[in-house]
């Protein structure tokens, strides 16, 4: 088993939600571990339009680039202004206490 490995995304509480009417909706995670004691130190969040985009790297909503914060829920969206009835995907990864990056959530 790796040493984090990111699971349950979610988005106002919800998994896979549709419909979300809030401009900076919430997103949060869970993380689990092997390894006693383990813990997140920072995260990065990607944002794209498309899973395409998602996939490829490219964040064309928002990155939040590498935020230092043990803080698994309730981050706010800080992208790019969504549009009504736009699709969004998002994934994370997460530093451990040993500076390890985790695989990207899926």
Known sequence: MKNII???LKCEYLENPLGIDILNPRLS???ES???GQKQTAYQ???AGSIELLNAGNADLWD???VVSGITSQIEYAGAELKPLQECFWKVCVWDRDGKV???SE
């Open 34 to 36: 092997d390894q006693r």
């Open 6 to 8: 990111i699971k349950k």
């Open 29 to 31: 995670w869970i993380l």
């Open 45 to 47: 969040i990607l944002v």
């Open 102 to 104: 985790s695989d990207s």
């Open 64 to 66: 939040s680039g590498k």
